[in-house]
């Protein structure tokens, strides 16, 4: 089980026909799969039921009860019922302090505990938890985790002196250990934590030293993208801060590789490559819709859980059903017996009640945020837009054509007749501006299918903030006039579209 979990997860879920088992023996098989899942990495959500087994058989104040209610708060924090999942370790531990010969599941529920209570802000009830974990510690490897957790809430509290004594004890004891990625991974933490406090020639140097320290083996995304970002900040050299960002978007280990791509547009934009600057907007967009369609995935799962759940409810409240039909032929016989029995029931029926309203609270807490997630999409899409547009328009200021068109008007500038643009002259600047605005006109005409040829040219041409006597050269009219016909043609066709 310690040594190979995932050899003891294949050997007990090959095991046939659980179903079979006296309640004893299921139980115990319920402790020891959901135990080898775990250690696997194995997500539990499919071992609720045998869960429900083990906390059924065993006693209250059990060493074995406590491993079920620990495994339980596992299943509640991977889908996010941090609630329950909170009540369940607390309860674990409780029973554990009659059991201090369970120091390593003691220690495992503690270390959950104080992650929850860090996730959810409560860092004074965090500092509690971490602290007790010290006394569990069994190496310094362990010492040094523990620290290092009691220092990042010290952060998120914005007690500077804390969070770096911590931070530090956290790294000498990785440097004692000798455990080079330990070392690197506490370095890349104290850099962290001196950029929160606003001290970045800091963070450069302790960022450079995990950077170095790290195992060739190890993989290296974080440590560049830190290191880069860093650099960006403080005007370091352009190629360096390319350099690491190329080598942290490569890192298919690293969650946040997705966040080279903005750092890497702005040196492309800096650079005058515009072009390679969008691709590498496109990308941060492709990853802001991957995680929200992963996001989407974890939300289905959690509903396919919550149907289940349901279906469970369903079926007890058919039992109860069945057992109400009983109760009231048992009552004529038995006054008595009838009304303990309702009582059960009766209070039986309102836990549950409760119990659904508080999945429905919950529920509707996750449709919530997922509204907030959409808006956030939204927005970033149209900051997209509109860097797409504004980079149109300034590589449209930089062709010939532009040029010659603002020339003329301002040549002309006083006279009634204006000068017109030659054929092929016309042509040149439409395929200029079709090709460059492409991304715009592509949207207007998803908005309005009515606007023709003319009506796009004259929208782009608007957009690159030139003049009406401009626009009139470009689009070959002799005089004003014609521009206003199309100006309000335009008008009245966006109005009817919305």
Known sequence: MYVAPDSAFSLLSAIPHQEQFPEEVAARYALLLTRAADKSGHSLLSYDSLLNIALHHYATDSKEYAWALLYKGCLEDEVNHSDEAIHHLQQALLILEKHPEERETKRISLGLLGDLYYQHKHYDECLKVQHTMLSYSTSLRDSAMTYKDIGSAFAMMGKQDSAFYYNRLALNCAQEEGDSSLIANYQHSMALTHHLFGNPDSALHYAQSALASAPTSEPKGRFHYSLGSLLDELDGSPDSIQSHMEQASTDTTYEGRFLTSLILSDLAEQQGDYPTAIDHLYDYIDHLDSLYTAERSVDVQQLIYEYDTKLQ?????????????????????????????????????????????????????????????????????????????HMARMRFAQTEIYHKVVQLAQKEEGEQVLPVLSHTDRGKLSQEVFNLFSDYIREQQEENPTLTDNDLLYLCLQESNLSNRAIAIGMGYSDLSGVRQIKKRVKDKLKKST
């Open 313 to 389: 409810l369903q079926k007890a409240e058919a039992q109860a059903r069945e057992r109400r039909i009983q109760i009231i032929g048992a009552a004529l016989l038995v006054i008595g017996l009838l009304s303990i029995c309702y009582l059960i029931y009766y209070d039986k029926k309102k836990q549950q009640t409760l119990q659904a309203q508080q999945q429905l609270a919950q529920a509707e807490a996750k449709i919530s945020t997922l509204k907030m997630a959409l808006t956030d999409r939204n927005k970033a899409l149209e900051e997209l837009r509109l860097n797409t547009l």
